[in-house]
């Protein structure tokens, strides 16, 4: 993998068909998080696809130009992710003089907190759809956990909420065990 990021950082003009790859790889190899204000100004502006292109950057310094650096060629969506990083800025202005909750984007520490959300029971994660297989699908951008993949390939609105769905994310639950 680091072979293909070197060899990717080196090619100039040429077309850039591992972009996303190299994307979901950065994601992969640093543990850290987002504010989840930035991810909602992010999906406000409907390109929380490029989440992973803020992941150890200083907000301060992103612009359109280090945006297509990073390989971003969609002018439209560099316009877009600079006024969510902007907004998102912006809301930090007007918030209290307390200090941060949760910084934007720092490493997972060592010894993880435990979660403190209850555990999801087998018919929580039942699929609403078939009521056989456990949900495995969370629709963006309603975020509803709901369906297994089988019912999800179907469907193009949220059978909870009825929201048109703009993309399926795969959940891999490692706590749920059957009985």
Request: glycine fraction near 2%; charge should be negative; hydrophobic fraction near 35%.
């Given at each position: 993998?680091?072979?293909?990021?070197?060899?990717?950082?080196?090619?100039?003009?040429?077309?850039?068909?591992?972009?996303?790859?190299?994307?979901?790889?950065?994601?992969?190899?640093?543990?850290?998080?987002?504010?989840?204000?930035?991810?909602?100004q992010?999906?406000?502006?409907?390109?929380?696809?490029?989440?992973?292109?803020?992941?150890?950057?200083?907000?301060?310094?992103?612009?359109?130009?280090?945006?297509?650096?990073?390989?971003?060629?969609?002018?439209?969506?560099?316009?877009?992710?600079?006024?969510?990083?902007?907004?998102?800025?912006?809301?930090?202005?007007?918030?209290?003089?307390?200090?941060?909750e949760?910084?934007?984007?720092?490493s997972?520490?060592?010894?993880?907190?435990?979660?403190?959300a209850?555990?999801?029971?087998?018919?929580?994660?039942?699929?609403?759809v078939?009521?056989?297989?456990?949900c495995?699908?969370?629709?963006?951008?309603?975020?509803?956990?709901?369906?297994?993949?089988?019912?999800?390939?179907?469907?193009?609105?949220?059978?909870?909420?009825?929201?048109?769905?703009?993309q399926?994310?795969?959940?891999f639950?490692?706590?749920?065990?059957?009985?």
């Open positions: 993998m680091e072979e293909v990021w070197c060899n990717y950082e080196s090619t100039e003009g040429q077309d850039k068909r591992d972009y996303w790859l190299m994307q979901y790889q950065k994601l992969l190899d640093c543990q850290v998080f987002l504010d989840q204000k930035l991810i909602e992010m999906v406000l502006m409907g390109v929380h696809n490029h989440l992973p292109l803020l992941l150890d950057r200083d907000l301060m310094t992103i612009t359109e130009e280090s945006l297509f650096e990073a390989g971003l060629e969609s002018e439209d969506e560099r316009v877009f992710i600079c006024k969510a990083v902007k907004s998102y800025l912006d809301m930090l202005k007007v918030a209290p003089s307390a200090p941060p949760s910084p934007v984007a720092t997972v520490p060592a010894t993880s907190v435990q979660p403190t209850p555990e999801l029971t087998e018919q929580e994660l039942e699929c609403v078939c009521m056989q297989y456990q495995e699908i969370v629709y963006i951008p309603c975020g509803h956990l709901c369906c297994c993949k089988n019912c999800s390939v179907q469907l193009e609105d949220c059978p909870l909420c009825r929201a048109q769905i703009q399926k994310v795969a959940v639950l490692s706590s749920f065990t059957t009985s």
